[in-house]
């Protein structure tokens, strides 16, 4: 039995701002309507990992001044590492508008939308020093149970170190973000204390 992709199941589950998202949301829509978003997900990560690996690369694709052949040439050879023909179609575009450059920037946001195709929430905890597994455990389960993460949404919680902030923490989840940070308490103290002044 054949099925036919509908308008509604191939437009990107959140919407994306930016050349990279616009590229990132045009792609989904190609691979959905192909319905091939799992194979054109783990090209774009073994791309990505390829070029991570890669310092010359990463240099080639970041030089504007590339010419015409010259493009097609890194194209092709990229194109043979993937074996999704809409991330091949990706390069190509990407190259023909001199925008090879973004292809980092491309593969991050197509993250951002699978994760919304697949239910994920991403929370972000920044912390001044590492969080052992227990305390990152007990603030993601205060964090599932809150009103960010919708009814059948899986958490994909992450934790960033930043010295900064000099203790306390910053958790960001999804364009949500709670800063209860002590250089934030300090930088209020400070405007308030300047302000009586």
């Known amino acids: 039995m054949r099925t036919y992709a509908t308008a509604a199941s191939t437009a990107p589950p959140v919407q994306l701002f930016g050349v990279d998202g616009t590229y990132a949301s045009a ?3 190609a691979a959905a309507k192909t319905s091939s978003l799992d194979d054109t997900s783990k090209a ?3 791309l990505k990992s ?3 690996k890669d310092a010359d690369l990463s240099g080639i694709l970041s030089n504007p001044a590339l010419s015409a052949s010259d493009k097609k040439i890194v194209v092709e050879t990229l194109s043979k590492s993937v ?10 575009v990407l190259a023909e508008n001199n925008r090879l450059g973004l292809l980092s920037e491309v593969i991050e946001k197509f993250g ?3 994760s919304a195709y697949k239910g994920e929430v991403e929370a972000t905890i920044t912390s001044a ?3 052992d597994s227990k305390v990152l455990s007990r603030i993601e ?3 599932a149970k809150s009103q960010f993460v919708g009814n059948g949404k899986k958490l994909k919680v992450s934790n960033k170190v930043n010295p900064d902030i000099l203790g306390g923490l910053i958790v960001e989840v999804g364009d949500r973000t709670v800063d209860l940070s002590v250089s934030s308490k300090i ?3 400070n405007a308030l204390i300047n302000e009586a002044v």
């Open 27 to 29: 792609l989904y829509t």
């Open 44 to 46: 774009l990560t073994s």
């Open 50 to 52: 390829l070029v991570e």
């Open 83 to 92: 074996s999704a023909p809409a991330v091949a179609n990706l390069l190509a």
């Open 112 to 114: 951002t939308l699978m």
């Open 129 to 131: 020093a590492p969080l």
């Open 141 to 143: 389960s205060a964090i």
């Open 187 to 189: 930088s209020r103290l």
